[in-house]
């Protein structure tokens, strides 16, 4: 394989955040993460505490989401979550930007609303993740074309001290001409295009429409250093046995779109 297991299963921030998500979901899914050692478990800020306990001594890390998932909330609420979310032992945060202000040309304001949340993060130790939800921004907006407004929020971001930019939140539904909801969630195309316009200081994470390990290996070649994922299971078994197998190649699969 091109990849070692640590090098693909490092890349995983497993995805704890549907909306009817249990408490016995957050214990199977904690478990589930520190069994096949990936990057960390994202989630609500309420599981945090339950969160950091279940996985203390596992190597895996918290991350926690911020204003999910429109990115609605003010300044000071996003703040405030994440103060209370790395004081709980948050080690990482994943914040949505305000849609609404950055597709109104807003730029000060989408600017100190990442900022107000990468500066309390880091403070506390904590990285931050700033999701752009791609899914909304396929015509661009405040006079720019969809790939130079992505340009724009990557510029801001690293501006403002985010660790990351990443896709989608996996909940950016869009209705379609038949009246139904879908998203495609990370593509090719953004992924490289977020990677090309951050300089190596600043990461990037995919989220949605990574389905399996093909997909996952896609990310990093493009450039991707973390992919939300629940189908940690089934990428990293498909790992193992192609590795059993002796099998030294991938699939030259696309990126699909996929829950997250």
């Known amino acids: 394989?091109?990849?070692?297991?640590?090098?693909?299963?490092?890349?995983?921030?497993?995805?704890?955040?549907?909306?009817?998500?249990?408490?016995?979901?957050?214990?199977?899914?904690?478990?589930?993460?520190?069994?096949?050692?990936?990057?960390?478990?994202?989630?609500?800020?309420?599981?945090?505490?339950?969160?950091?306990?279940?996985?203390?001594?596992?190597?895996?890390?918290?991350?926690?989401?911020?204003?999910?998932?429109?990115?609605?909330?003010?300044?000071?609420?996003?703040?405030?979550?994440?103060?209370?979310?790395?004081?709980?032992?948050?080690?990482?945060?994943?914040?949505?930007?305000?849609l609404g202000k950055a597709l109104s040309g807003d730029w000060d304001y989408v600017e100190a609303d990442v900022k107000a949340v990468c500066d309390e993060a880091h403070k506390h130790g904590a990285k931050v993740k700033v999701i752009f939800e791609n899914d909304y921004l396929t015509n661009g907006g405040a006079g720019l074309s969809s790939d130079d407004f992505k340009r724009k929020l990557c510029e801001i971001c690293e501006r403002a001290g985010a660790d990351w930019v990443k896709t989608s939140t996996g909940y950016g539904f869009v209705k379609q001409p038949d009246g139904s909801y879908n998203y495609k969630g990370a593509t090719e195309h953004d992924l490289a295009l977020m990677r090309a316009s951050c300089s190596p200081k600043v990461q990037v994470k995919a989220a949605g429409g990574v389905r399996d390990l093909d997909g996952l290996i896609k990310v990093r070649d493009l450039g991707g250093s973390r992919c939300g994922a629940t189908a940690t299971a089934a990428m990293m078994d498909d790992y193992r046995k192609r590795e059993a197998a002796g099998v030294t190649t991938t699939k030259a699969g696309e990126i699909g779109a996929c829950g997250y």
Request: one cysteine or more; a negative charge.
């Open 1 to 98: 394989m091109k990849y070692s297991y640590s090098d693909l299963a490092k890349m995983i921030d497993h995805s704890l955040l549907h909306p009817t998500m249990t408490d016995a979901d957050l214990e199977a899914g904690c478990k589930l993460a520190a069994q096949y050692q990936v990057a960390s478990v994202c989630i609500k800020p309420y599981a945090v505490k339950q969160a950091v306990e279940l996985l203390s001594g596992s190597g895996v890390l918290v991350g926690c989401v911020i204003g999910f998932p429109h990115g609605n909330s003010t300044t000071e609420s996003k703040r405030y979550e994440t103060e209370l979310a790395c004081k709980d032992g948050a080690n990482e945060i994943d914040m949505v930007i305000n």
